[in-house]
């Protein structure tokens, strides 16, 4: 049972406004522990799609220290943390970020790099 995404991260159709090359806390429930395998192989991942100037941009209030990709469970708030290194080139672009599950399921998060 998925539900997400949470703070900092806006769900669709906001485009998230970050700072290439920032690292950002992807944070969501599975209602409960379901211990750390839980992505389908290959995700996370993300694609470049259209920046659309119809669309609701609102700014990321919090980054992390950026090193490399990493998944963590806290039991206190019953959350996920997936923390998402972002890449520098991507400044100027949008993506979305995917994250596939391994029930199958995908969830979506879409992003604006300056």
Not at 71 to 100: E, F, G, H, I, M
Request: include cysteine.
């Amino acid at each position: 049972n998925f539900s997400g995404f949470f703070q900092p991260v806006d769900n669709l159709p906001t485009l998230n406004m970050v700072k290439a090359g920032q690292a950002i806390p992807v944070k969501f429930s599975l209602n409960g522990d379901q211990g750390l395998n839980i992505f389908a192989a290959g995700y996370p991942g993300s694609q470049i799609i259209e920046c659309d100037s119809t669309t609701v941009v609102d700014g990321i209030e919090e980054t992390v220290t950026a090193g490399s990709s990493s998944l963590s469970y806290d039991p206190n708030t019953d959350s996920y943390t997936y923390v998402w290194k972002t890449n520098k080139a991507w400044a100027n672009t949008c993506r979305q970020l995917v994250v596939k599950l391994n029930d199958g399921t995908d969830h979506q998060a879409n992003f604006k790099f300056k």
